[in-house]
């Protein structure tokens, strides 16, 4: 089982990104995969989720309205597209991943959000910075 994010870059403040994350060695189905941000010296935090088994998609307050999250299924990839990207989004972006097949999507994502400490399979990340 691995999860490879890439897309990250350097752009300047009001541009836009599109992150990818890529499965190998399982499929997506009945799976929320979620994005996280960490930036130096502070926490890990979710910013969006998408569940495959209802097609529901979750965005964080602080990147609601200018956040798009997708799912290609013959690609195996999730998207997380982000337009007018603001200094503060400057962090490392990570994805993971959480079988829903035994307990609710959107109850799986609120505890990948509330305690990402608890997920064992990350991804090596991929640097997103903007400059001002």
């Known amino acids: 089982v691995q999860l490879v994010e890439s897309g990250g870059g350097l752009v300047q403040a009001g541009g836009s990104l599109t992150l990818s994350c890529t499965a190998s060695?399982?499929?997506?189905?009945?799976?929320?995969i979620a994005w996280f941000r960490q930036a130096p010296g502070k926490e890990r935090e979710g910013v969006s989720a998408i569940t495959t088994a209802d097609g529901a998609r979750y965005y964080k307050d602080f990147v609601k309205g200018r956040s798009t999250i997708s799912i290609d299924d013959a690609r195996n990839t999730v998207y997380l597209q982000m337009d007018n990207l603001k200094s503060e989004d400057t962090a490392v972006y990570y994805c993971a991943a959480e079988t829903t097949t035994r307990r609710d999507p959107a109850i799986t994502v609120g505890t990948m959000f509330r305690a990402p400490h608890a997920i064992t399979s990350w991804g090596q990340g991929t640097q997103v910075t903007v400059s001002s």
């Open positions: 060695g399982f499929r997506f189905d009945n799976y929320a």
